[in-house]
Nanobody, 120 residues
Framework: QVQLVESGGGLVQPGGSLRLSCVTS????????MGWYRQAPGKQRELVAE???????NYAAPVKARFTISRDNAKNTVYLQMNSLKPEDTAVYYC??????????????WGQGTQVTVSS
């Protein structure tokens, strides 16, 4: 069984920083991508950032100048450095893994989420 465990969330004031971590374990075959999503109250879950197996990255426009996604390939661990946080960044942040089987099939795994609250 594949598990994703997020950590690093918390309460921070506007302008502050947080670093989220997502540690994976289990029978991972070949990572296609790892990413971060977030879901604010009353809203749909949305992409924040993702990194692909070829190391290319993709960021949502609201966070592109402020957040940085990175990974440790040996550990299949992904990080999200969040700087200049704004109240609108408040959400539950989820880690996502897309695993690729040799025959081309994809499996999607989600973590339980970690709460990020940006407030004065």
């Amino acid at each position: 069984q594949v598990q994703l465990v997020e950590s690093g969330g918390g309460l921070v004031q506007p302008g502050g920083s947080l670093r989220l971590s997502c540690v994976t374990s289990g029978s991972i075959l070949s990572v296609y991508s790892m990413g971060w999503y977030r879901q604010a109250p009353g809203k749909q879950r949305e992409l924040v950032a993702e990194v692909f197996s070829d190391s290319t990255t993709n960021y949502a426009a609201p966070v592109k100048a402020r957040f940085t996604i990175s990974r440790d390939n040996a550990k299949n661990t992904v990080y999200l450095q969040m700087n200049s946080l704004k109240p609108e960044d408040t959400a539950v942040y989820y880690c996502k893994l897309i695993d690729r089987a040799p025959w081309g099939g994809l499996s999607v795994y989600w973590g339980q989420g970690t709460q990020v609250t940006v407030s004065s």
